[in-house]
């Protein structure tokens, strides 16, 4: 399957904060990871990664936020 796009950190935390009201979590990390969820279910990757790759590399300290 093709991805649909590519984002950056910036860019997924920037919409985190834009849909914070609209969000269910309620930390910045918690919501990067909402967003992360859905760029994965419509075929967008970020930094290159699925969204799945991309949760698993924060929580290990891979990416820091």
Do not use: P, Y
């Not at 309620?26 to 799945?52: D, H, L, P, W, Y």
């Amino acid at each position: 399957a093709q991805d649909a796009g590519d984002i950056n950190l910036e860019q997924i935390k920037k919409i985190a904060d834009m849909k914070k009201t609209a969000m269910l979590g309620n930390g910045e990390q918690s919501r990067v990871f909402e967003v992360a969820g859905t760029c994965q279910s419509m075929g967008i990757t970020i930094n290159g990664m699925k969204g799945n790759e991309f949760v698993k590399a924060v929580k290990e300290g891979k990416v820091k936020l």
